[in-house]
């Protein structure tokens, strides 16, 4: 019976590392900055924006929130985002994830006092600003092998094709996001 519940155990620590793979995957990653955005206007319609900022001054803690979330917010993207949840048939999902990530983006900036996102680790934004255009064409072009393998219309060596074609561009969408979830 012990055995079995580590099997089990394992297969749930699997299942979510999945997930949040799969978030990495879709330029969604929720993870880092969903939520974030409507938790912080609550405060900020209480207690005004110059409040969230000496939080962030004044609380590590606070501070590293702000800053995870602007590197997930920049490492996203919400209109391929869209797409992936659009092929995966949840469509009722994109409007709420990009209107959660247009508020996040917007109250972090507001907080950081910044007109972009990391504006204040210019390295780190230089290279996500490298990197993007081509983790995006690889997104697309994996957009495009998912919907033909989905479409039904290919099977034998071409489905495999596409697999192979898919599996490379998840190995560079991890590569070029620097990270796998």
Not at 10 to 21: K, N, P, S
Request: net charge negative.
């Amino acid at each position: 019976a012990g055995r079995e519940a580590d099997r089990q155990s394992e297969r749930g620590h699997l299942l979510a590392i999945h997930w949040v793979f799969a978030w990495t995957q879709n330029r969604c990653k929720p993870r880092g900055w969903f939520g974030i955005g409507s938790g912080v206007q609550m405060v900020a319609e209480r207690e005004g924006i110059e409040h969230l900022r000496a939080m962030r001054s004044e609380w590590p803690f606070f501070e590293s929130i702000l800053d995870n979330a602007e590197m997930s917010l920049a490492k996203a993207d919400p209109m391929i985002a869209g797409l992936y949840l659009e092929l995966g048939g949840r469509s009722d999902l994109v409007d709420v994830i990009r209107e959660e990530y247009r508020l996040t983006r917007r109250l972090v900036l507001a907080i950081t006092g910044n007109d972009r996102l990391l504006a204040g680790h210019l390295i780190l934004r230089q290279a996500v600003d490298l990197r993007n255009p081509y983790v995006d064409a690889l997104s697309f072009l994996q957009l495009r092998f998912l919907s033909e393998l989905r479409g039904g219309g290919v099977d034998g060596q071409a489905a495999d094709r596409l697999a192979d074609l898919v599996l490379l561009t998840v190995n560079g969408v991890a590569a070029g996001l620097q990270n796998t979830g």
